[in-house]
């Protein structure tokens, strides 16, 4: 589970999280995404990882959006 801010906030040596969850979750693992950004493509998408579910959590303040990402 992450809640990295994955967009434009982490400097670039730190973006290279997202290679290296790709690499521990190439074969069964699934990365599962908090996050309050509601717009915009998500960098795992960029990445190669696909979009299996998203739930917006209403509830939360800010509210927030959940997602779960496997290799495509």
Same mark, same amino acid.
């Given at each position: 589970? %992450? &809640? /990295? +801010?994955?967009? %434009? &906030? /982490? +400097? ?61």
């Amino acid at each position: 589970m %992450s &809640s /990295l +801010p994955l967009f %434009s &906030s /982490l +400097p670039a040596p730190l973006q290279m999280a997202v290679q290296q969850m790709r690499a521990a979750t190439v074969h069964e693992g699934c990365i599962i995404q908090f996050t309050h950004a509601f717009w915009g493509r998500s960098p795992l998408i960029r990445a190669g990882y696909r979009c299996e579910k998203r739930d917006l959590v209403l509830y939360n303040l800010p509210h927030a959006k959940v997602e779960r990402f496997r290799s495509a």
